[in-house]
Every structure is written in structure tokens, then in C-alpha cells.
């Protein structure tokens, strides 16, 4: 199976911050890559779909970047309703599978 | 707007079988662009992706290694549904179980959870 390993695993951040999630790809998926935001209690929630897509209905302030083994997050000006758990995730050759997390909390 | 309405029960014991069901609304069971999986989170193995089935002129399913020969997903078409059978079970086995539609290789729409418990 390929191995998706996200960095870092807890960042601190503030309200107005710009922050970024890394997730790496033990080889390559070319632009098979999604992003999701998980709140305590609730289902993931999809954010960015093939590496670079908003999913409808997303806030302009996520966009992801990257292809083959890189890929990032950004959230450009972190907001309350954005703290939060977020997973990488890959699809490849009828398998998928996620990155650990990255918890985002308040500074 | 879809909506995936999951239903069965919480608590199994030991080498039992986990039976859930995943009641579709919003979309055709038969679509032929997506596909309806089984996903699993605990503390020690995360989000763990177990298996699908799906429709391309006829039913197909894909199932996890980490599973493979303890699970069966299948759908039931006439009331559009689709099922997990997960044998064997163990404590590894405890977690929150979802079903997920998933859409150019991402899972866009999900199931509320069940936290299913393994224990005597």
C-alpha cells in the first residue's frame, strides 16, 4: 500500500494566520490527492479534490497545490470555524488511503 | 443532495459478524461515475479505507488487504442500500464505521458514523 505521512501532526496557529499542511506520498499518484477537514464527533468533510479542485460549497480560503509525491494545504487566513483535524488522502490502483492528520488549535 | 443514512448495531462479540447497512438518497445506487465504500476510524489505525462496490455494467467490489477474506460489501438495488459484512471480529475490529460515496477517487459524501464496539 502506499504510505501518506502529513507534517506536522499539531500546529499552533491564530485567527488571520496563513497556514500550510505537507503530505507525502511514498510514490507517485500523479494528482490523486484529496483533502479533508474532521471536526470531534462528525464525519470528514472534503475540501480539495485531484491535488488542486475546491470542492463546491468551500470557502476560497483552501487551496491545495502539488503532484506526484508533494502536496500541500494552505488555508490563506485562518478563521475560527477552521480548527479543526484535517487528513490527506490518496486513490491508486483501486486502493486509498490516509495521511495520520494534522490538528490545527488555537494559539 | 445526497444523503447516506447508516443503520446496525453497535455492540458484537468476539468472532461474531458486524452487519451495517447504508441507505442512499439523493443518487442512483447504479450510477455509473461513483462508487459506495466502507471506512473505518479508530485511535491505533486511523481513517482506513475497507472497501466498495459499484456499477459498471455490472456489480464489482474492491476490498482492503488489511480485510480481504473477512469482509463482503454488497448492494441491494430494490431498495437502495448497500451492506458491509465484516467477520471474525476482534477488539482491532472497534471503531466508527462509515459508508462514503466516492467521486473521481475522493469521498464526497458521508454516512453519520456508527462507533461500533467489539467486546464479550
Known amino acids: 500500500d502506499i504510505q501518506m505521512t502529513q507534517s506536522p501532526s499539531t500546529l499552533s496557529a491564530s485567527v488571520g494566520d496563513r497556514v500550510t499542511i505537507t503530505c507525502r506520498a511514498s510514490q507517485s499518484i500523479s494528482i490523486w490527492l484529496a483533502w479533508y477537514q474532521q471536526k470531534p464527533g462528525k464525519a470528514p468533510k472534503l475540501l480539495i479534490y485531484?491535488?488542486?479542485s475546491l470542492e463546491s460549497g468551500v470557502p476560497s480560503r483552501f487551496s491545495g497545490s502539488g503532484s506526484g509525491t508533494e502536496f500541500t494545504l494552505t488555508i490563506s487566513s485562518l478563521q475560527p470555524d477552521d480548527f479543526a483535524t484535517y487528513y490527506c488522502q490518496q486513490y491508486n490502483d483501486y486502493s486509498w488511503t490516509f495521511g495520520q492528520g494534522t490538528k490545527v488549535e488555537i494559539k | 443532495q445526497v444523503q447516506l443514512q447508516q443503520s446496525g448495531p453497535g455492540l458484537v462479540k468476539p468472532s461474531q459478524t458486524l452487519s451495517l447497512t447504508c441507505a442512499i438518497s439523493?443518487?442512483?445506487?447504479?450510477?455509473?461515475?461513483?462508487?459506495w465504500n466502507w471506512i473505518r476510524q479508530s485511535p491505533s489505525r486511523g481513517l482506513e479505507w475497507l472497501g466498495r462496490?459499484?456499477?459498471?455494467?455490472?456489480?464489482?467490489?474492491d476490498y482492503a488487504v488489511s480485510v480481504r477474506g473477512r469482509i463482503t460489501i454488497s448492494p441491494d438495488t430494490s431498495s437502495s442500500q448497500f451492506s458491509l459484512q465484516l467477520n471474525s471480529l476482534t477488539p482491532e475490529d472497534t471503531g466508527v464505521y462509515y459508508c462514503a460515496r466516492d467521486h473521481d477517487g475522493a469521498f464526497d459524501f458521508w454516512g453519520q458514523g456508527t462507533m461500533v464496539t467489539v467486546s464479550s
Open positions: 462496490t459499484y456499477y459498471r455494467s455490472k456489480w464489482y467490489s
Open positions: 485531484k491535488a488542486s
Open positions: 439523493g443518487d442512483g445506487i447504479s450510477s455509473s461515475s461513483t462508487a
